[in-house]
């Protein structure tokens, strides 16, 4: 098992955003989360990433408490999340974002011996260049990447965001709203890069609106409402599920 | 790396010319260029505004003349110290900043706090320090030279060499560290610190590296100023000698690596080329930062500079 | 002993109120223009050396002197606004630097024309009150109260005035009170010439009671910095309360504690503020 959530909750002031959320992701699996507006998906994901402190309950990774700890650090443990409003360099292309974003790698590869680079850098390079490279390529962003990150479309910001986060080589990835404001043929894009991801093995959640994307990719499926998990399982049984239904389109389809 | 060698004709200046004006101008230049390279490492490439650079400059100068003539140490191992005590006070101060995650505006306002306490120490420690009266400065750094040996840094010349020296070192390491990942990371924080933090940079580290490299080199700087100029007093610490090194950056160029020596020239120079009495010269500061900031925000070098292409 | 210490805090009262009225103007300033002004102890000066100017050059009557004072003061803000804070709305930043470099040409301007030399005005009032065995002069009684009263009426007008609630509607929404017809440029440069004002009023009272000097700029708008952050800018009243704490701070303080380290109490309480309550004590209300 590679992380589980237990009773994760998150209060701001007296609103709570997260209540009592359990559930577990095993490797290698796509899990899709899924829920209205306000729902707490994406409180959920910045919890699990560090960027919340949680208010009570427990993030498990690999049996290690990582509750509350700063996003550095998980990061480096492996969970890596994208932004749901793309987070860019401004003065930066496309390129310069995946080296930086090749910083946990470079730190795993050479360790300690990364201090040598600074005066040798031809010994971190060959090896960077061709993992940037590739990056790109799966990303569909090879042709852009020499764009000013200021320059580029909606859908390329996004797939930029997916692959900064990829040059991390997540051993958890966790999507927020990757299919957001994408038009179709960047949704295929998105699609096609889900699907090697697949194939490499990386663990995926997914959290979108568009329950059809979802429904297609993910293994499980977890419904929330108003912080709640209200469903769990095949994302067919979770979409027939009166609970959800009523959830999500009101009482009246259930 | 080849801006920096344009800087390395320089040396054979003294050779074209002995007017005293000009390579005092230079000296100068050369000296506060090596703190306006450290303040550029932290705010023009980490993004931090910090003004406890002056307190660096000062404490820098303070405490090698006090290892010299206490500890009986040549300049150069007279630095070390000075260097551990700053470097220590740095770690202290950053640490407190970037613990609580100071932004922007509240960090400068804290360090500024911190800087104009460290004055305050040094201008009432009068024991130590001699208060407003300053300290008078006879001894002179030694370097050992192949077939001169152990020489004596005195007059415009040597000095001239010295700084020229100390300088194009301290920008070949500043350009080593910008060019490295270090850099790169600096850059990130600068440009987006939370998403630098979920790509794993550990931001606090990286602050406390740049807060730090900054107001070592700083230090370094003061001490060759204190030497230079015979005299240390508590001004060094003040604000406006922080001012005059955000100056000097603002306006020859954030993030390059000739801006800061640019703008050091520039603002050395500038009371040279026109007779001004010290309110006009100090109006003068004022107004060029002012223009900077409004009208260059890339400062000069990087307003002739077309943005390169990285590959 | 403690008439001693009673003297004393009256002392820090009032000074105290001197440092609260430029912590008002600071906490105006940013809560409408979004920078905080640290130029505003020039324009303290500028009313101190004006008022000086306009009584012991120019022999003018005391209360004509500080009303000119105040306009003198008001314009030159206007004029920096025009040509230099427009340019720096809500860039903390950018309006730090730029302050400070009005700093260096205001300061200057000021050595150039009158000299390092301290300078003192005549007796405004002269003769004062006794409490018992503290004695206060007239004046500074005088001062307190005028001062006082200009921060009464500041909050008065901005709760009871259209325009005073449309400067704190603007402070809560920049959006709705633009929507609703707020010409929020117009605003913001008001505020900077009021809060100008208020400093140039300060300065025109400082002048009547002690001796001025050029660098008694950096000194008020450190500490008005420092009493409006202790307060929580933002928190109108709050800078008077926060300045008159500094002040009894400080005049108390160094009764106990060596009198060099005066001004650090100010700084000590800064960074306290920053790191622990960065909302200030009295919480970041507008």
New interface residues.
């Given amino acids: 098992m590679l992380l589980e959530v237990d009773n994760l909750t998150k209060r701001f002031g007296g609103l709570i955003a997260v209540s009592s959320v359990s559930f577990r992701i095993e490797p290698g699996e796509i899990i899709g989360i899924f829920g209205p507006n306000g729902s707490g998906k994406t409180t959920l994901l910045n919890l699990l990433a560090g960027l919340l402190p949680p208010t009570s309950g427990r993030v498990l990774w690999r049996d290690r408490d990582i509750s509350g700890a700063k996003p550095e650090t998980i990061a480096a443990a492996g969970i890596i999340k994208t932004f749901q409003n793309p987070q860019l360099f401004a003065e930066l292309t496309v390129r310069e974002h995946v080296t930086i974003a090749s910083h946990l790698a470079l730190k795993r590869i050479l360790g300690p011996r990364r201090i040598q680079t600074l005066l040798q850098p031809k010994l971190a390079k060959t090896e960077l260049t061709d993992r940037v490279s590739r990056t790109l390529r799966l990303c569909r962003l090879d042709d852009v990447g020499d764009k000013l990150a200021a320059e580029l479309s909606y859908g390329e910001e996004k797939m930029l965001g997916v692959a900064m986060a990829l040059m991390c080589e997540p051993k958890l990835l966790l999507l927020d709203e990757p299919a957001s404001g994408l038009g179709q043929e960047e949704i295929s894009n998105l699609g096609h890069v889900l699907r090697d991801l697949r194939t490499q093995g990386t663990t995926l959640c997914i959290i979108d609106h568009k329950v059809a994307f979802l429904a297609e990719f993910a293994d499980r499926a977890i419904a929330l409402q108003q912080g709640r998990k209200i469903a769990e399982g095949p994302p067919q049984d979770v979409l027939a599920d009166p609970v959800v239904v009523t959830a999500y389109l009101g009482r009246r389809h259930a | 790396m080849t801006s920096i060698g344009l800087l390395v004709p320089l040396y054979l200046l003294p050779a074209v010319t002995h007017n005293e004006v000009v390579l005092t101008i230079l000296i100068f230049t050369f000296i506060l260029g090596i703190m306006a390279t450290g303040f550029n490492i932290v705010f023009g490439h980490a993004g931090q505004?910090t003004m406890f650079h002056a307190a660096a400059f000062g404490i820098g100068s303070y405490a090698t003349y006090l290892a010299m003539v206490g500890l009986k140490l040549p300049f150069w191992l007279a630095l070390l110290p000075a260097v551990a005590v700053v470097t220590a006070l740095s770690l202290l101060v950053g640490w407190?900043c970037f613990q609580?995650r100071?932004k922007?505006?509240?960090f400068?306002?804290?360090t500024l706090?911190?800087a104009?306490?460290a004055r305050?120490v040094v201008?009432?420690w009068t024991s130590l320090t001699n208060g407003t009266l300053g300290l008078l400065v006879l001894e002179k750094p030694t370097v050992w030279l192949p077939g001169a040996g152990v020489t004596r840094i005195d007059g415009t010349f040597a000095w001239y060499w010295l700084t020229l020296t100390a300088l194009l070192l301290v920008a070949c390491a500043s350009a080593?560290?910008v060019?490295?990942?270090?850099g790169?990371?600096l850059?990130?924080i600068r440009?987006?610190e939370?998403?630098?933090?979920?790509?794993?940079?550990?931001?606090f580290r990286y602050k406390l590296l740049a807060f730090t490299v900054s107001n070592v080199l700083a230090a370094f700087a003061g001490a060759l100023f204190g030497f230079y100029t015979n005299y240390i007093e508590p001004a060094y610490l003040s604000?406006t000698q922080s001012?005059d090194a955000?100056a000097m950056v603002?306006l020859g160029g954030i993030g390059s690596i000739l801006g800061p020596i640019v703008g050091a020239f520039l603002l050395t120079a500038l009371p040279h080329a026109i007779d001004l009495?010290a309110?006009?010269?100090?109006?003068t500061?004022?107004?060029?930062?002012?223009l900077a900031?409004?009208v260059m925000p890339r400062g000069i070098v990087g307003f002739f500079r077309r943005?390169p292409?990285?590959? | 002993m403690s008439q001693v210490i009673a003297g004393q805090f009256l002392n820090g009262i009032i000074v105290g109120t001197l440092y609260g009225i430029i912590a008002l103007g600071v906490t105006m300033t940013f809560g409408i223009t979004g920078i905080v002004n640290f130029a505003l102890g020039q324009f303290m000066m500028i009313g101190a050396y004006a008022v000086w100017h306009l009584t012991d050059v120019a022999r003018l009557p005391f209360p004509v002197a500080a009303g000119l004072a105040i306009i003198i003061a008001a314009l030159a803000g206007f004029l920096a606004d025009q040509t230099l804070f427009r340019f720096t709305r809500n860039n903390l930043v950018n309006g730090l630097l730029v302050s400070i470099g009005l700093i260096s040409v205001i300061e200057s301007a000021a050595i150039y024309f009158y000299t390092a030399t301290p300078k003192n005005m005549d007796f405004v009032l002269s003769g004062s009150w006794s409490v018992g065995e503290i004695t206060l002069s007239r004046m500074k009684v005088l001062s307190f109260g005028l001062l006082v009263a200009v921060v009464a009426l500041t909050w008065a007008g901005l709760a009871r005035t259209w325009l005073g609630r449309a400067t704190r509607a603007y402070a809560q929404n920049p959006e709705a009170a633009m929507l609703m017809g707020v010409r929020t440029s117009a605003l913001q440069t008001g505020v900077v010439v009021y809060s100008c004002a208020l400093a140039g009023f300060g300065g025109a009272l400082y002048a009547s009671l002690y001796s001025l000097e050029p660098s008694m700029g950096a000194l008020f708008i450190l500490k008005g910095v420092e009493a409006a952050i202790l307060a929580g800018v933002g928190n109108l009243p709050g800078a008077l309360v926060g300045g008159i704490i500094l002040g009894v701070t400080e005049s108390v303080g160094s009764l106990f504690l060596p009198v060099a380290f005066r001004d650090a109490y100010g700084l000590v309480f800064l960074v306290a503020i920053l790191l622990f309550r960065p909302a200030g004590l009295f919480g970041g209300q507008k």
């Fill in positions: 505004l407190i609580f100071l922007e505006f509240y400068a306002v804290v706090a911190f104009e306490l305050l201008l009432n080593i560290l060019r490295s990942w270090i790169r990371n850059s990130a440009l987006n939370d998403l630098a933090q979920t790509l794993g940079i550990n931001i604000v001012l955000i603002l009495t309110e006009v010269r100090a109006a500061y004022g107004a060029i930062l002012i900031i409004l943005r292409r990285a590959s």
